[in-house]
């Protein structure tokens, strides 16, 4: 059976700047599901559970 796991990146624009730059990463851990993984993402995203760059 196959495992999933969600690596995300948040940008942000800071006032002024033309393009975005990355902010923040995460990942979720190894999940049975794609919807798993897909609601440890959003629960890490809620829950300020990431890395700042």
């Known amino acids: ?3 999933y796991r969600i690596d995300f ?3 942000r624009r ?4 033309e393009d975005f ?3 923040a990463f995460g990942s979720t851990a190894s ?3 794609i919807q798993e993984a897909g609601f440890d993402a959003y629960a890490a ?3 300020e ?3 700042e760059v």
């Not at 800071?14 to 700047?17: A, R, T, V």
């Open 1 to 3: 059976m196959a495992d």
């Open 9 to 11: 990146s948040i940008m």
């Open 14 to 17: 800071e006032e002024g700047e």
């Open 21 to 23: 730059s990355e902010y």
């Open 31 to 33: 999940s049975e599901t």
């Open 45 to 47: 995203i809620q829950n």
């Open 49 to 51: 559970e990431w890395d």
